[in-house]
């Protein structure tokens, strides 16, 4: 979709969180989301930006914000609470798994969140499937309260605990391959790409042999990206909003390559492009993000 000049000029080149991934981050505008298997193509104006020279994060920069990460994302939600993002309702429609997954409709489906925020992804999920066990954990300790705070936070069906999935071992909370699902929504995107293979080696060992983890999160191209100055850049597809916290963009190659690096083998891997509206600027913009499964190999099915 091409901007008209007037909102070209409207657009901030730094985006604030709150004007790119507010609560309107999946309100439909104009057409539903379209599944394709290649990256979005850039209008010439974008294509003119991103082709630029860019200035990445100088080092000192860099390490002070790895160091400092989860002091960011606690001051995230000291900020916002649990009023930033709407509850996703839509995950059993996107991943049939969720639903599909028992061999018979009373069977319990044992579930891990990875990075769970406030539990926008696991409450909806509870409140409509009483046969569902979560374990939800998230990098940040403020986050982790947050949840355990919820009305509908019951120890009986869900285990929220704090966890660094880089280098806290999963399995001090989670049985060694006692997890059916894993979901991983807008969450490998935070992690420092040097990193990632750390998080998905500690997923691994919870997930049972043949099972699913679903991922969705932001894709390559998406309008997000585009506005990153070249002072927020820390690498490729990498960089650092105004907050201290950071985000990756995923193309489908990276993404499958790291996974099946660690393991797991692809099931599905496109990009979803949908058009949504920016209250604030008055416009629809083109969001990209990736939506992927990813089954870990059952030596008992063979090869």
């Given at each position: 979709m091409e901007?008209?000049?007037?909102?070209?000029?409207?657009?901030?080149?730094?985006?604030?969180?709150?004007?790119?991934?507010?609560?309107?981050?999946?309100?439909?505008?104009?057409?539903?989301?379209?599944?394709?298997?290649?990256?979005?193509?850039?209008?010439?104006?974008?294509?003119?930006?991103?082709?630029?020279?860019?200035?990445?994060?100088?080092?000192?920069?860099?390490?002070?914000?790895?160091?400092?990460?989860?002091?960011?994302?606690?001051?995230?939600?000291?900020?916002?609470?649990?009023?930033?993002?709407?509850?996703?309702?839509?995950?059993?429609?996107?991943?049939?798994?969720?639903?599909?997954?028992?061999?018979?409709?009373?069977?319990?489906?044992?579930?891990?969140?990875?990075?769970?925020?406030?539990?926008?992804?696991?409450?909806?999920?509870?409140?409509d499937d009483l046969n569902i066990f979560v374990y939800a954990c998230d990098f940040s300790p403020r986050a982790v309260e947050f949840v355990k705070r919820n009305t509908l936070y019951c120890p009986e069906r869900c285990c929220a605990f704090q966890c660094d999935l880089t280098k806290d071992d999963l399995r001090t909370n989670v049985p060694e391959d006692g997890v059916d699902v894993v979901t991983l929504i807008f969450v490998l995107s935070a992690v420092h790409p040097e990193k990632m293979k750390l998080a998905l080696q500690n997923i691994s060992r919870v997930l049972k042999p043949g099972g699913v983890v679903l991922f969705r999160d932001y894709g390559l191209h998406d309008h997000a990206m585009l506005r990153f100055k070249s002072g927020n850049k820390l690498g490729e597809n990498f960089y650092v909003r105004q907050d201290g916290t950071r985000s990756y963009f995923f193309s489908k190659e990276f993404l499958a390559e790291l996974f099946e690096d660690t393991g797991f083998q692809t099931v599905a891997n496109d990009y979803v492009l949908r058009e949504t509206v920016n209250k604030k600027e008055g416009i629809c913009v083109p969001r990209v993000f990736l939506q992927s499964k990813f089954t870990k190999p059952d030596p008992s099915h063979g090869s």
């Open positions: 901007l008209t000049e007037d909102a070209k000029c409207d657009i901030k080149e730094t985006p604030s969180r709150e004007e790119v991934e507010s609560k309107d981050e999946t309100s439909p505008c104009g057409t539903d989301q379209t599944k394709i298997s290649v990256a979005r193509l850039l209008t010439p104006e974008e294509m003119e930006k991103s082709s630029g020279e860019q200035t990445l994060v100088s080092g000192f920069k860099q390490m002070k914000l790895e160091k400092e990460a989860q002091k960011n994302w606690d001051l995230f939600y000291k900020r916002n609470t649990t009023n930033f993002f709407k509850d996703r309702h839509w995950t059993t429609r996107e991943f049939e798994e969720l639903k599909a997954y028992r061999e018979f409709e009373s069977q319990r489906l044992v579930l891990l969140e990875a990075g769970c925020g406030v539990g926008n992804c696991i409450f909806p999920l509870l409140e």
